[in-house]
């Protein structure tokens, strides 16, 4: 079963509203989780990660005011879009890892942000 | 940096037909190298994982080998079916980092 929980899984909201999307491990505690976002037929970029308690490490590039994290608790981790533009529209995915040995990364089934 | 570059897509096929699809990668250190499946509107899933030279990863017929020599991790299948169709992503994480770097993807469309 899924183990990262990501909602919602689509958004429609207006221009110069912000939104906010959620990510939760279940059954396991994550100190650190990943945000992605994939624009239409590419890959996956990351943006930042998050760290349980401490501020988020953004990507080159990554508007730090723009998306918002916040992962106040170890199976929690918010991703706010901060007065969203159309051209925010995309595919955004989270994911953790269960801190055992090598455990490989599990995603969340990603939100559909859509600004109009 | 690190980076990853896959055969560029899409690549149709009928069923039961063989599927390659390419991927190598560039790598300051010793990388893990994944593949992950996305199927329509869904978050991706590991299809499976190498984490050292020469491993074999493997999971529902598929199967790629961590080829050090060639930096590739090509993913194959013998026999595709339907159900099969989705976009493919090959990926790498340093050791311990856990970040991934994804390639492209590849969409691949099995016909019946």
């Known amino acids: 079963g899924a183990v990262v929980s990501q909602h919602p899984s689509r958004v429609i909201c207006k221009s110069g509203t912000s939104v906010k999307i959620e990510c939760r491990s279940l059954?396991?505690?994550?100190?650190?989780m990943f945000w992605y976002r994939q624009f239409p037929k590419q890959s996956l970029m990351l943006m930042a990660t998050?760290?349980?308690?401490?501020?988020?490490?953004?990507e080159q590039g990554v508007e730090k005011d723009k998306f918002l994290i916040n992962h106040a608790s170890l199976t929690l981790s918010t991703l706010t879009v901060t007065s969203a533009h159309p051209e925010d529209s995309s595919f955004y995915i989270c994911?953790?890892?269960?801190?055992?040995?090598?455990?490989?990364?599990?995603f969340g089934n990603g939100t559909r942000l859509t600004v109009t | 940096g690190n980076s990853v570059t896959q055969m560029e897509g899409p690549v149709t096929l009928s069923e039961e037909a063989f599927l390659t699809i390419n991927c190598t990668y560039t790598?300051?250190?010793?990388?893990?190298l994944f593949w992950y499946v996305q199927y329509p509107g869904e978050g991706l899933q590991l299809l499976l994982k190498?984490?050292?030279?020469?491993d074999k990863g493997s999971n529902k017929g598929f199967e790629a080998t961590y080829r050090k020599e060639t930096t590739s991790f090509h993913l194959e299948k013998g026999s595709v079916q339907v159900s099969d169709s989705a976009v493919y992503f090959c990926?790498?994480?340093?050791?311990?980092?856990?970040?991934?770097?994804f390639g492209q993807g590849t969409r691949l469309t099995i016909n019946p």
């Open positions: 994911s953790a890892s269960i801190p055992k040995g090598n455990s490989p990364l599990h």
């Open positions: 059954d396991f505690q994550a100190t650190t």
């Open positions: 998050s760290n349980e308690g401490s501020k988020a490490t953004y």
């Open positions: 790598a300051t250190g010793y990388p893990s």
């Open positions: 190498a984490t050292k030279a020469d």
């Open positions: 990926a790498l994480s340093e050791q311990r980092a856990q970040k991934l770097v």
